[in-house]
């Protein structure tokens, strides 16, 4: 497999920790990728089979996709074991459900702040960061009797742990309130894969001068 990504890419790195998770070998490609003209010119792998000419695009064979919910659906279909979805149906609509509230639901509310970054004490970067806060809030209570978000470690965990973590960077971190939150949290950071990603993307945001959460660098 190749899996196109990018070395500030969200959803690439969700892509990324699933195939680890998964002990899938596949071949990793960060498509060029500055500061300032961001992700142009657009890989032609990229730009050919995603018609949003964005990452991440796994090739598997004659198979090309891309998205990364629609790469998770892939790499579950391909290789059920480890599963990565619950099997319980009612955890497993569950467990989509949350995977789609992280990318639609709560990021919107952080690329707002990606752009208000050097304004975040104005009114629209004030309801973005109030309006993460209250999902923080929501999950909590989710996790109030369970250990993950869906029962057993799934592509959810993946999803919110990646979008949160580009939350903190931009400005909306859990508050030390958030106890459920905050451990669980600590429990999707300690395992292998996500080290395996996260280690490269904060090594990138030092190198360029960006912050990187105080929690992603401890005991590295």
């Not at 500061?35 to 991440?56: D, F, G, S, T, W």
């Not at 990364?68 to 599963?83: G, N, R």
């Not at 990565?84 to 990318?103: F, G, I, K, N």
């Given at each position: 497999m190749?899996?196109?990504?990018?070395?500030?890419?969200?959803?690439?790195?969700?892509?990324?920790i699933?195939?680890?998770e998964?002990g899938?070998p596949?071949d990793?490609?960060?498509?060029?990728?500055?500061?300032?003209?961001l992700?142009?010119?657009k890989?032609?792998?990229?730009?050919?089979i995603?018609?949003?000419?964005?990452?991440?695009?796994?090739?598997d064979?004659s198979?090309?996709?891309f998205?990364s919910t629609?790469?998770?659906?892939?790499?579950?279909?391909?290789?059920?074991t480890?599963?990565?979805?619950?099997?319980?149906?009612?955890?497993?609509?569950?467990?989509?459900q949350?995977e789609?509230?992280?990318?639609?639901v709560?990021?919107?509310?952080?690329?707002r702040?990606?752009?208000l970054?050097?304004?975040?004490?104005?009114?629209a970067?004030?309801?973005?960061k109030?309006?993460?806060?209250r999902?923080?809030s929501?999950?909590?209570?989710?996790?109030?009797?369970?250990?993950y978000?869906?029962?057993?470690y799934?592509?959810a965990?993946?999803a919110?742990?990646?979008a949160?973590?580009?939350?903190?960077?931009?400005g909306?971190?859990i508050?030390?309130?958030s106890?459920n939150?905050?451990?669980?949290?600590?429990r999707?950071?300690?395992r292998?894969?996500?080290?395996?990603?996260i280690?490269?993307?904060?090594?990138?945001l030092t190198?360029?001068?960006?912050?990187?959460?105080?929690?992603a660098?401890?005991?590295?």
């Amino acid at each position: 497999m190749q899996l196109y990504s990018g070395p500030l890419s969200m959803f690439g790195a969700k892509a990324q920790i699933a195939l680890h998770e998964k002990g899938l070998p596949f071949d990793l490609v960060m498509v060029p990728f500055d500061m300032e003209r961001l992700y142009e010119p657009k890989h032609p792998a990229v730009e050919r089979i995603n018609p949003k000419r964005q990452v991440p695009v796994l090739i598997d064979g004659s198979t090309e996709i891309f998205d990364s919910t629609q790469i998770f659906e892939y790499l579950e279909d391909a290789a059920p074991t480890p599963p990565l979805w619950p099997t319980s149906v009612v955890d497993r609509a569950r467990a989509r459900q949350l995977e789609l509230q992280a990318d639609e639901v709560y990021f919107p509310h952080i690329i707002r702040l990606m752009g208000l970054q050097s304004a975040l004490g104005s009114a629209a970067a004030v309801a973005a960061k109030d309006a993460a806060l209250r999902y923080y809030s929501w999950i909590e209570n989710q996790l109030i009797d369970r250990t993950y978000l869906a029962g057993p470690y799934s592509y959810a965990d993946i999803a919110f742990f990646m979008a949160q973590f580009f939350g903190d960077r931009m400005g909306a971190p859990i508050s030390s309130s958030s106890r459920n939150l905050l451990a669980w949290r600590s429990r999707v950071f300690s395992r292998p894969a996500v080290q395996t990603v996260i280690g490269p993307m904060s090594d990138y945001l030092t190198s360029q001068r960006r912050r990187v959460p105080e929690w992603a660098l401890l005991g590295r």
